[in-house]
């Protein structure tokens, strides 16, 4: 069984930064496509960043693109999200999960808490 631990979040003001992680518990993190996904209150979840298994090919969502960085350390399990200029639509709870490679929103594990961040002045 995979658990994914999601750590990072917080309060931050506009404008601010943070930097998400989500460790996996098995060494598997580059063999799968790995997303970020982020849920609002009273909103569907929202997939916000992608990266491939093997070469590591990134996408964005066109909300976050320019903001947000994806990245994984296969070493540490670990894939990551520093996101930059945050705004207070960023606002929501986020978390990861493996993917299926052509389709965003098949995900492989159950997820894990999730880590909150909140853009706010």
């Known amino acids: 069984q995979v658990q994914l631990v999601e750590s990072g979040g917080g309060l931050v003001q506009p404008g601010g930064s943070l930097r998400l992680a989500c460790v996996i518990s098995?060494?598997?993190?580059?063999?799968?496509?790995m997303g970020w996904y982020r849920q609002a209150p009273g909103k569907q979840r929202e997939l916000v960043a992608t990266?491939?298994?093997?070469?590591?090919?990134?996408n964005y969502a066109d909300s976050v693109k320019g903001r947000f960085t994806i990245s994984r350390d296969n070493a540490k399990n670990t894939v990551y999200l520093p996101m930059n200029n945050l705004k207070p639509e960023d606002t929501a709870v986020y978390s990861c999960?493996?993917?299926?490679?052509?389709?965003?929103?098949?995900?492989?594990?159950?997820w894990g808490q999730g880590t909150q961040v909140t853009v706010s002045s």
């Open positions: 999960n493996g993917k299926d490679p052509y389709r965003d929103y098949v995900t492989l594990w159950d």
């Open positions: 990266i491939t298994s093997g070469s590591g090919i990134t």
């Open positions: 098995r060494t598997i993190v580059g063999a799968y496509a």
